[in-house]
């Protein structure tokens, strides 16, 4: 009897509201993620920043996630951050609307490379952007470039290897792209202006990732002051290629004239000259520390695995046979290395050279029942799915024949070059600037590792042990 009566009390009394509550929090989440924000404006900022240093942030990653779960705040560069990870968590954020996520960079980012730049512009203004870049990067355009790249590397080589016998590779292959950048986009020669873009464009990028406190001998106030002479050189580089293409230069000569030259209504300029220097300087950032690491984790890779190097070297060693001496390898060339983009694509996988990156919510936006303020960070990162074995079976194994067949990598899993409205535009580049160099690398030289100890710390970009000191054995040209 007493039960009769205490139970529909005790039914009505407590459990009816919980399930109410429970009901409640599915259709409208008010539930913030768990986690802690930290010390206001730090919070753990220096704690990511120290991990990715010390070569933990997987582990920072992994802790992190092993004590919170997929999803999980924190604060980070001053910012209430969300941190979200694993595949479904890539798809939320490479999928979602523009007009509720936009892309978000750190306040160092933004004031380092001018609010112009593709990575803060948002709907029309991004596509037009990016459609413009489109029109140098496509395939089609990069077709005939191929020769001029080749002509880089050729010189790099003769100038910093050819009679070497010892060289660090990770600082050659930042030369090597930021000449191919300075050559294909800019058009500026070899010689001292490029010498001084290098200086200052180097000092620019080397604060962009801190914490954003602009006072004297901080490594923030030496990036911003480059930031400024490197946007002067480049004003007076758009002040020449204009009155170039007005004595009927041609418009595709490197990307810079074909900005200019792209013109909308009226026969306006489409492209700003704000937005060509702001874009010409992410390019400049965005195109060669990527690539650079690639490479440069190719070169240890091939020195680490002789199967690997002699399947690279049979497969490019059979092109160099087709090509006369002297002449430059093709477009139909480089689509025959299929094996050595497959080590590029493994190479990527295991050490993506971006850690992950930051979009902001523009409105409320609920994920996997937690609400994510308007105006929070979203920070996704690249190697919890490339590092998961559910996805890529025993995942910490090198192994090229996983991408064999590209269907088999599910979407949103790999995802080095980022995806879907955002997805890195300089994928065709950055493969073509690799093939040909790790062509001409393999058929000139073999090497061996100066230090084996596999390491590498995140600056914020991957940077092995020492540079990656190598010595070098020249093969005898035919
Ligand atoms: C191995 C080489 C490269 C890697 C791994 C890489 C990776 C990425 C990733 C992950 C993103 C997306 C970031 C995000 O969604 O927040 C991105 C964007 C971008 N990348 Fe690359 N990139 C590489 C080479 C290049 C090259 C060679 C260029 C130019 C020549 C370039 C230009 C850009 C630009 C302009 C964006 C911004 C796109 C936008 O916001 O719409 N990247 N890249």
Same mark, same amino acid.
């Given at each position: 009897?007493?039960?009769?009566?205490?139970?529909?009390?005790?039914?009505?009394?407590?459990?009816?509201?919980?399930?109410?509550?429970?009901?409640?929090?599915?259709?409208?989440?008010?539930?913030l993620p768990p986690g802690s924000l930290g010390i206001p404006f730090i919070g753990q900022s220096f704690s990511l920043l120290w991990a990715m240093?010390?070569?933990?942030a997987?582990?920072w990653m992994a802790d992190r996630a092993r004590k919170y779960g997929p999803v999980s705040k924190l604060s980070l560069f001053g910012k209430p951050t969300v941190f979200i990870y694993?595949?479904?968590a890539?798809?939320?954020?490479?999928?979602?609307?523009?007009?509720?996520?936009?892309?978000q960079?750190t306040?160092?980012?933004?004031?380092?490379?001018?609010?112009?730049?593709?990575?803060?512009?948002?709907?029309?203004?991004?596509?037009?952007?990016?459609?413009?870049?489109?029109?140098?990067?496509?395939?089609?355009?990069?077709?005939?470039?191929?020769?001029?790249?080749?002509?880089?590397?050729?010189?790099?080589?003769?100038?910093?290897?050819?009679?070497?016998?010892?060289?660090?590779?990770?600082?050659?292959?930042?030369?090597?792209?930021?000449?191919?950048?300075?050559?294909?986009?800019?058009?500026?020669?070899?010689?001292?202006?490029?010498?001084?873009? =290098?200086?200052?464009?180097?000092?620019?990028?080397?604060?962009?990732?801190?914490?954003?406190?602009?006072?004297?001998?901080?490594?923030?106030?030496?990036?911003?002051?480059?930031?400024?002479?490197?946007?002067?050189?480049?004003?007076?580089?758009?002040?020449?290629?204009?009155?170039?293409?007005?004595?009927?230069?041609?418009?595709?000569?490197?990307?810079?004239?074909?900005?200019?030259?792209?013109?909308?209504?009226?026969?306006?300029?489409?492209?700003?000259?704000?937005?060509?220097?702001?874009?010409?300087?992410?390019?400049?950032?965005?195109?060669?520390?990527?690539?650079?690491?690639?490479? %440069?984790?190719?070169?240890?890779?091939?020195?680490?695995?002789?199967?690997?190097?002699?399947?690279?070297?049979?497969?490019?060693?059979?092109?160099?046979?087709?090509?006369?001496?002297?002449?430059?390898?093709?477009?139909?060339?480089?689509?025959?290395?299929?094996?050595?983009?497959?080590?590029?694509?493994?190479?990527?996988?295991?050490?993506?050279?971006?850690f992950g990156?930051f979009r902001k919510t523009?409105?409320?936006?609920?994920y996997?029942?937690y609400?994510i303020p308007?105006?929070w960070q979203i920070f996704w990162v690249?190697?919890?799915?490339?590092?998961?074995?559910?996805?890529?079976?025993?995942?910490?194994?090198?192994?090229?024949?996983?991408?064999?067949?590209?269907?088999? =990598?599910?979407?949103?899993?790999?995802?080095?070059?980022?995806?879907?409205?955002?997805?890195?535009?300089?994928?065709?580049?950055?493969?073509?600037?690799?093939?040909?160099?790790?062509?001409?690398?393999?058929?000139?030289?073999?090497?061996?590792?100066?230090?084996?100890?596999?390491?590498?710390?995140?600056?914020?970009?991957?940077?092995? %042990?020492?540079?990656?000191?190598?010595?070098?054995?020249?093969?005898?040209?035919?």
């Amino acid at each position: 009897m007493i039960m009769i009566i205490i139970f529909p009390l005790l039914f009505s009394l407590f459990l009816l509201p919980l399930l109410f509550l429970l009901i409640a929090r599915r259709k409208a989440p008010e539930r913030l993620p768990p986690g802690s924000l930290g010390i206001p404006f730090i919070g753990q900022s220096f704690s990511l920043l120290w991990a990715m240093r010390a070569n933990t942030a997987e582990k920072w990653m992994a802790d992190r996630a092993r004590k919170y779960g997929p999803v999980s705040k924190l604060s980070l560069f001053g910012k209430p951050t969300v941190f979200i990870y694993g595949q479904a968590a890539n798809r939320f954020v490479f999928s979602t609307d523009s007009s509720k996520m936009s892309n978000q960079q750190t306040d160092s980012v933004r004031m380092i490379l001018g609010d112009r730049c593709l990575l803060e512009l948002v709907g029309e203004d991004h596509q037009r952007i990016r459609s413009a870049l489109a029109s140098f990067l496509k395939p089609d355009s990069l077709k005939n470039y191929v020769g001029k790249m080749e002509e880089e590397v050729r010189m790099h080589l003769q100038m910093h290897w050819h009679g070497q016998t010892n060289v660090t590779v990770m600082p050659l292959m930042k030369k090597l792209t930021f000449n191919i950048i300075c050559s294909l986009l800019f058009g500026v020669e070899r010689g001292a202006r490029r010498d001084m873009f =290098v200086l200052y464009f180097q000092e620019m990028i080397d604060g962009m990732w801190s914490i954003p406190v602009d006072l004297p001998f901080t490594r923030f106030n030496r990036s911003l002051k480059a930031s400024v002479k490197v946007q002067k050189m480049l004003k007076d580089l758009i002040y020449e290629k204009r009155a170039q293409l007005a004595s009927g230069a041609p418009s595709h000569q490197d990307l810079i004239t074909c900005l200019l030259s792209i013109r909308g209504e009226g026969d306006q300029q489409l492209v700003s000259d704000d937005e060509i220097i702001h874009n010409v300087m992410l390019i400049m950032v965005a195109g060669h520390d990527t690539s650079s690491v690639l490479i %440069t984790f190719m070169v240890r890779v091939l020195a680490n695995d002789p199967d690997i190097y002699a399947a690279v070297l049979r497969e490019q060693e059979e092109i160099k046979k087709s090509v006369s001496t002297g002449d430059f390898l093709t477009w139909e060339d480089l689509g025959k290395m299929k094996y050595t983009w497959r080590v590029a694509m493994e190479t990527l996988r295991a050490f993506p050279p971006l850690f992950g990156g930051f979009r902001k919510t523009l409105e409320d936006i609920e994920y996997q029942g937690y609400l994510i303020p308007k105006g929070w960070q979203i920070f996704w990162v690249t190697g919890m799915t490339h590092m998961d074995d559910s996805i890529f079976p025993e995942a910490s194994k090198f192994d090229p024949a996983r991408f064999e067949n590209p269907a088999s =990598v599910p979407p949103y899993c790999y995802i080095p070059f980022g995806g879907g409205a955002r997805i890195c535009p300089g994928y065709e580049f950055a493969k073509i600037e690799t093939l040909v160099t790790i062509h001409y690398l393999v058929t000139r030289f073999t090497w061996k590792l100066c230090c084996n100890d596999n390491c590498f710390r995140r600056d914020p970009m991957p940077v092995p %042990t020492r540079g990656l000191p190598i010595q070098i054995f020249p093969k005898k040209l035919l």
